[in-house]
């Protein structure tokens, strides 16, 4: 069963603007991931935040964690239209087993 | 090598054939997932491979029966599928299973088509 939800599902911005997308969950986690799928193609890992870390930056990504909430949110700066893509936030519970993937944001970023 | 290989690109296939998917890591990984995918929705996944051994198997139908030969190697053989099993299926490596080595490495996907 999918346990993340992701807000919102689709995003369309310019250009250099910010992109802001949301995932909650709903069981304990051990660590949340964000991957980006380009259209019809694998998914690419982009970040891992641990359950004891609160935000983490990786080039022109940054990821907060809220366990309190059950709650990530992924900010990508000044996007490009190359950031074009489906992002998925995917959680892996304290057993470790397995991942399970949000529904997913589809990020389009006008030229 | 931070490659995860998946032949063929695309498959056609009729109900009554049998045919399988391959995929293929060279990063020493020792877990291995078969992941499927419809439009715009989110990765399912079907089996995970821990050493070499099935450790999960998200009650797949039988018609649907993975093979691991080797620590590099995973295959999915299908045969007598239906329409409905047309998807993206995607292969993903990590070094281990488990939340210490979550992260996890996909191929580009085999995209299949049952006619």
């Known amino acids: 069963s999918q346990q993340g939800e992701e807000d919102p599902q689709a995003l369309s911005i310019q250009e250099g603007e910010n992109a802001t997308m949301n995932c909650s969950y709903k069981?304990?986690?051990?660590?949340l991931q964000w991957y980006r799928q380009n259209s019809g193609r694998g998914l690419v890992h982009l970040i891992l935040?641990?359950?004891?870390?609160r935000e983490k930056h990786s080039g022109r990504l940054r990821v907060t964690l809220d366990t309190s909430k059950k709650s990530s949110s992924l900010l990508i700066t000044a996007s490009r239209a190359a950031d074009t893509a489906s992002y998925f936030c995917?959680?892996?519970?304290?057993?470790?087993?397995?991942?399970?993937f949000g529904e997913g944001t589809q990020l389009t970023v006008n030229p | 090598d931070t490659e995860v290989t998946q032949t063929p690109k695309h498959l056609v296939m009729g109900m009554t054939n049998k045919k399988s998917l391959k995929c293929e890591q060279h990063?020493?990984?020792?877990?291995m997932y078969w992941y499927k995918q419809k439009a715009k929705k989110p990765p399912e996944l079907m089996f995970v491979?821990?050493?070499?051994?099935?450790?999960i198997n998200e009650s797949v139908p039988s018609r649907f029966s993975p093979e691991c030969p080797n620590s590099s190697l995973l295959n999915l053989h299908l045969h007598a599928l239906q329409p409905e099993d047309s998807a993206l299926y995607l292969c993903?490596?990590?070094?281990?299973?488990?939340?210490?080595?979550?992260?996890?490495?996909f191929g580009p996907g085999t995209r299949l088509t049952v006619t």
């Open positions: 491979y821990s050493y070499e051994k099935l450790s």
């Open positions: 069981t304990s986690i051990n660590n």
């Open positions: 990063m020493g990984h020792r877990a």
């Open positions: 995917a959680t892996i519970g304290a057993s470790g087993s397995r991942l399970t």
């Open positions: 935040i641990r359950s004891n870390e």
């Open positions: 993903a490596s990590s070094q281990q299973q488990g939340a210490d080595r979550g992260e996890q490495y």
